[in-house]
């Protein structure tokens, strides 16, 4: 499977590594999905999406009902998904997936982990071209042959597959996303959890010393609720 593949599955269930955070980061995820496309996850498929993770980490039926509920009220809060860009230590390129319902405290936030560490707050397109926007869809594997699995769902957008345990590992550019959905309920393919990343298109080497200050840094700002995921090309 190869170090990249292991990083990248990495980045995409970090974000689900604390089951009290990961519940409230779902919420807002319903929030945002409802508000965007409706409280119907059968005609929403970003919600269905939300869902299925949510039932990966165990969330129970009657929090993402409540959830749903409350994202349909006039007075729900508005969240909004902010991506923010930056340096980290040794000049690590870093994005920061936000969700919030105050940008102004985030953005606040954001800067002072980079300040922090040395680092430094960038503007809009600064780093975010070193990355690309995937999906990744993890399906049960019994019963499917790789080989077959690839040739079946090429045409949809699949991009990569690599085999993880009794599971696949389904890559697609973020705007085969829909396409790669409804294929997957199409042929009926269990689908388990489902991610949206970014993964750098080069890496940089540093020492060990080095990578820990940029962990260092990305540790706290996992930290903060307001922060979904940090990205960074570290190889």
Do not use: W
Not at 198 to 207: A, D, G, Q, S, W
């Amino acid at each position: 499977m190869g170090r990249v593949f292991e990083k990248r599955k990495a980045t995409m269930f970090k974000r689900y590594a604390k089951m009290a955070k990961a519940f409230t980061k779902i919420g807002r995820e319903i929030a945002i999905a409802v508000k965007a496309g409706g409280p119907n996850p059968d005609l929403n498929s970003r919600l269905r999406m939300i869902i299925q993770n949510a039932k990966a980490i165990n969330m129970p039926k009657v929090n993402v009902d409540g959830a749903i509920k409350r994202a349909s009220e006039k007075d729900s809060s508005n969240y909004e998904e902010i991506i923010y860009e930056g340096y980290a230590p040794h000049g690590v390129p870093v994005l920061v997936e936000c969700t919030t319902n105050n940008p102004t405290r985030t953005v606040a936030s954001v800067r002072l982990y980079f300040s922090r560490a040395e680092g430094s707050l960038g503007t809009n397109g600064s780093v975010s071209y070193m990355f690309e926007h995937k999906v990744m869809f993890k399906i049960e594997g019994a019963g499917l042959n790789k080989d077959d699995l690839e040739l079946e769902l090429i045409d949809f957008g699949l991009e990569e597959i690599n085999e993880d345990d009794n599971y696949f590992v389904i890559q697609t550019a973020f705007t085969d996303f829909g396409n790669m959905q409804a294929a997957l309920e199409e042929k009926k393919i269990n689908l388990v959890e489902s991610s949206k990343i970014y993964v750098p298109t080069t890496f940089k080497e540093l020492t060990p010393e080095q990578e820990a200050d940029v962990m260092a840094m990305i540790e706290k700002m996992e930290e903060d609720d307001d922060i979904e995921a940090v990205y960074h090309n570290i190889g």
